[in-house]
Nanobody, 118 residues
Framework: QVQLVESGGGLVQAGGSLRLSCAASGSIFSVNHMAWYRQAPGKQRELVAGITSGGRTNYADSVKGRFTISRDNAKNSVYLQMNSLKPEDTAVYYC????????????WGQGTQVTVSS
């Protein structure tokens, strides 16, 4: 069983920044992939950014150049630095743990709300 706890969400004005954190427990963190997803009201959950166990990253086109995903294996944590925030970034952000061999094995965090005001 893997437990994920997100933090760092909140209310920010457009153009501002937030840093989300996700702390994992119950697994060998360094050998698993991690990702951030988001879900806005009335929309499907979508991938924001991912980072492999080896540190390779990928981003949704909508956040490239503004968001940065990183991980600290010593702290069993993954982060999402969000800069130049826009109102359309408003959503609940979820952390996802993905088994590095079998991606059908995954866990979600409880989510953290990010609200960007115009």
């Amino acid at each position: 069983q893997v437990q994920l706890v997100e933090s760092g969400g909140g209310l920010v004005q457009a153009g501002g920044s937030l840093r989300l954190s996700c702390a994992a427990s119950g697994s060998i963190f360094s050998v698993n992939h991690m990702a951030w997803y988001r879900q806005a009201p009335g929309k499907q959950r979508e991938l924001v950014a991912g980072i492999t166990s080896g540190g390779r990253t990928n981003y949704a086109d909508s956040v490239k150049g503004r968001f940065t995903i990183s991980r600290d294996n010593a702290k069993n944590s993954v982060y999402l630095q969000m800069n130049s925030l826009k109102p359309e970034d408003t959503a609940v952000y979820y952390c996802k743990w993905i088994h590095f061999v079998d991606p059908r094995q995954y866990y979600w965090g409880q989510g953290t709300q990010v609200t960007v005001s115009s």
